[in-house]
């Protein structure tokens, strides 16, 4: 199992692509921990998280991976 720095800066974006496959016009929502934007995207509603990525250190995290990175037994817990 990797190590996951739950405590490094991320930003959660919102996807406003009009349905398009090609071009993407991403708004920034809000900024905090990894931990943090990955509790707030797992309570969204289901339909909000599929316009949603995370940007972190590491790259851009699609709701896929949040949703599997939210599953972890080593995610912190409130």
């Keep these: ?4 720095n739950w405590d490094a800066p ?3 974006h919102e996807r406003n692509d009009g349905g398009s496959d ?4 991403f708004k920034t929502l809000r900024s905090g921990s ?8 797992m309570a ?6 599929q316009r949603v990525v995370i940007d972190s250190l590491s790259g851009s995290i699609n709701i ?4 599997a990175l939210a599953a972890r037994p ?3 817990a409130d």
């Design 64 to 67: 896929r991976d949040i949703t």
């Design 34 to 41: 990894l931990a943090e934007l990955i509790a707030h995207v």
């Design 22 to 25: 090609m071009f993407y016009d």
């Design 44 to 49: 969204l509603p289901a339909e909000d998280r």
């Design 74 to 76: 080593d995610f912190p």
């Design 10 to 12: 991320a930003r959660l």
């Design 1 to 4: 199992m990797n190590d996951i």
